[in-house]
């Protein structure tokens, strides 16, 4: 009888999805568009939002090799903070942040925004004064951030390992209580629909082979299904930003690397905020499924393989049980890798390239997703207006030339 339920309501189950009404269009590429853009995660749905929202350029084609979410997007650990420690780095993921707060509302779709707030843990000295002086300069701009030494740390986050005999005491944390964490592959189905409900060609499985150029200025891209003439052509494929500038014999400073992550059997709540330690490399929260989302920093190679490797999930499991013993018996589900562009100040890139009409979002690292209303903003009103945001103009490529840098290998922690 229990049997003959089951197959009853997945029966039912399934005969009502495919009456589903889809949430953006699968529409064939045209010949041509005013931009189009190479690379549709997070990143680049909300650049093409932003292009037909704020600036009414509705001619957009975002273009990717795979289905919607496969990428970076959805193979991340979901944080999302500001508090970071450069002026110019600091506005811009506040403006992000601020973004962030009222995009369900915007989109009209839930993208299960948490704010559970963040902690980046200080186990030695120079720890505490990093953290300290990050509180400082993000106060100084209007940014919440607290410091909280180790008894108020045990109060805000009581099954944390505070111990004076762990192996790596913890000495304080910063807070910002409006960090959290959201629903990735909400955030592309969700910047997907509103573009596409704005006019925006959203094509997937189109990869894009080419970069055609003429007399110093783009002129289009050939692609899996076809040429494609556009006026602009934008630049927004992740941890693949360096192979596709190269097809416009563009040579970027970024070096790729995979960034692991794993996910634990689903847990009854024990975990409401995010934990992060650079000086043990893990940082760790809990989804709203149960899951622990466990991440460690980039590995040391450079690859463009999106699968995990034993040596860092046994070490990012080991720094997780250093900080919360409890978890010693829970088992891991799944591991998985992402691909981060990395720019020799961990910083990214955003504006015009050398080539007349040709633009690049990147260099992210792994700071890519709590970005992704921020720079789609920042990003579709460069291209549009062929010229920096204020807030993007820091970020310009020539600050390699000029030795104009925005270090934040600090700030940016061992990842999200």
């Known amino acids: 009888m229990q049997r003959f339920s089951l197959i009853a309501l997945a029966g039912h189950a399934l005969g009502r999805h495919r009456a589903w009404t889809p949430l953006w269009r699968k529409p064939a590429p045209r010949p041509r568009y005013a ?8 990143h680049g749905l909300a650049t093409a939002y932003y292009l037909a929202k704020e600036h009414g350029i509705t001619d957009v084609a975002v273009l990717d090799k795979g289905p919607i979410g496969l990428g970076n997007t959805g193979r991340n650990t979901t ?20 973004l962030w707060e009222g995009l369900s509302a915007e989109l009209n779709f839930n993208l299960m925004l948490s704010r559970r707030g963040v902690l980046n843990l200080a186990h030695n000295l120079a720890d505490i004064r990093e953290g300290r002086r990050r509180v400082n300069a993000n106060r100084r701009h209007g ?24 192996r790596h005491p913890i000495l304080g944390a910063t807070l910002q209580r409006r960090g959290g964490v959201a629903r990735h592959d909400a955030v592309a189905w969700g910047y997907a629909r509103a573009a596409d409900a704005r006019g925006v060609d959203i094509v997937e499985d189109c990869e894009v082979t080419a970069i055609r150029t003429a007399n110093g200025r783009v ?66 929260s809990q989804s709203d499924k149960g899951e622990l989302v466990v991440g460690a920093g980039i590995d040391a190679f450079n690859s463009y ?15 997780l049980l250093e900080l919360f013993p409890i978890f010693s018996r829970v088992r891991m589900m799944r591991s998985w890798a992402g691909i981060v562009d990395v720019s020799p100040d961990a910083s990214p890139i955003i504006g015009k390239l050398p080539v007349e009409g040709l633009y690049l979002n990147g260099g992210w690292g792994t700071g ?45 922690a061992v990842a999200h």
């Open 368 to 412: 890519g997703f709590k970005a992704t209303p921020g720079a789609g903003h920042v990003f579709a009103h460069t291209i549009a207006r062929d010229e920096p945001h204020p807030l993007a103009a820091p970020f310009a490529l020539g600050r390699f030339a000029s030795g104009a840098l925005i270090d934040e290998h600090s700030a940016a």
């Open 35 to 42: 931009v189009v853009i190479v690379g549709g995660g997070g």
């Open 305 to 319: 393989a999106q699968r995990g490797s034993f040596p860092v999930i046994e070490a990012q499991s080991a720094a």
């Open 219 to 284: 002129t289009g891209v050939e692609t899996s299904r076809g040429a494609i003439a556009a006026d602009k052509v934008a630049i927004t494929a992740a941890g693949h930003n360096s192979v596709v500038a190269a097809m416009a014999g563009l040579r970027l400073p970024l070096q790729s690397h995979p960034l692991q992550a794993l996910v634990s059997e689903p847990l009854k709540p024990v975990l409401d905020c995010v934990v992060m330690s650079n000086a043990v490399h893990v940082y760790v």
């Open 143 to 166: 940014i919440d951030a607290e410091w909280l030494d180790p008894a108020a740390l045990a109060r805000f986050c009581p099954i944390l390992n505070v111990s004076d005999t762990a």
């Open 79 to 98: 944080i999302v903070r500001s508090n970071y420690l450069r002026s110019d780095s600091a506005r811009l993921y506040e403006h992000s942040l601020r």
